[in-house]
């Protein structure tokens, strides 16, 4: 087998790429009746940035492992970040799962 072409690609900054990547975005709804305080970085150790209102609905860019919290969907030491060094538990999100829904933050 051999290759008579390779092309170079410019890693995702492109229209198309950042277009893709919102399509594949999903929100998912903080618990009914909860403000959430919104955090620095994956714990209860981080500092408070804000709080999100109830019936907010948020993204999940990737999620991180962190301080272990109960909250209406159980207990989970998952925390899920929702923009630029803001971390909120996952056990305030509802995601339909147990575990991880997006990939580990870096």
Known sequence: MSVDHVEQTTGGDDEQG?????????????APGVSLNVRSGPGTGYPIVRALPAGAKVPIYCQSPGTKVTGPYGTSSIWDNIDNGEYVSDAYIYTGADGYVAPRCA
């Open 18 to 30: 950042a277009t893709a990547r919102a399509a594949a975005l999903r929100y998912y709804s903080v």
